[in-house]
Structures are given as C-alpha cells and as structure tokens.
C-alpha cells in the first residue's frame, strides 16, 4: 500500500478544521479515521505532514550481489542453507540468517531441492 500524497494530506488538515470529527472526515476521503486521528497528532508533534519512512530493513542481498549469490549455487547446487550463507559470509564478508538466504534464493528462483543423483546418507529409510 502506499502512502497518501502530500497534496491529500492538506485536504484533510483543512477538512479538519471545519469540522473535527474524524469519522466523518475519513468517510467523506474514503480513509479510516485512525489514519486522520494519526495525522492530525503527527502535525501538532512534528509540524510536518510528509510520509515517514516505511518500517523493516533494507535487503542484505540485494542488487548486482545478487547474481554472485546464483552464480554461488550453480557452483554448490546441493549446499545446505547454513553452508551457503557461510560461503556468502566468506565471499562477501556479509552475514545472513538462514532466513534471509532462503528468502534471497526464493527471490531469485532458486530452490534448494537436493539433486537426485547424490547419494543417500546412511542413516536413511531403507
């Protein structure tokens, strides 16, 4: 979702000081009333009525590193995710969780099924 402009953030303020009631003034802009009552608190505290900054991090693997992550795999294709994101921490001297390798892998299509023709571990069914 993305934020509301500048220009629609005047129109309520002003909407606002005609008539105070957020209900109404949400219904009347089609927004939830919190997203007013939030509002008007942000201008009195900050006196600015811009969109702060979306919440979370920025991506560890992201960009151009993202193809030596593919071309990591295509030269380990049956690396576990631990192996891989300690190969990437060798490589590029960038940690990562599991998570974070699976997720980067699953944003570059890449999926971490084993090869069929690697040998079963010995403690496998029989």
């Known amino acids: 979702m993305t934020a509301l402009s500048v220009d629609m953030r005047k129109r309520l303020l002003e909407a606002l000081e005609e ?3 957020s209900l109404r003034i949400g219904r009347r802009f089609a927004v ?3 997203f007013v009552r939030k509002l008007r608190t942000q201008v009195q505290r900050t006196g600015d009525l811009t969109p702060g900054k979306a919440p979370g991090k920025d991506r560890l693997v992201k960009g151009t590193i993202e193809r ?3 071309k990591l795999v295509a ?3 049956d690396a576990s995710l631990v192996e891989l994101s300690k190969l990437w921490a060798e490589a590029t001297h960038v940690l990562v969780s599991e998570t974070t390798m699976w ?3 699953r944003r570059l299509g890449l999926t971490r099924k084993k090869s069929p023709f690697k ?3 010995a403690n496998g069914r029989t």
């Open 119 to 121: 040998a079963r571990s």
């Open 32 to 34: 939830s009333p919190s």
């Open 68 to 70: 030596r992550l593919s």
């Open 103 to 105: 997720r980067s892998l």
């Open 19 to 21: 008539d105070s009631s």
């Open 75 to 77: 030269g380990r294709p």
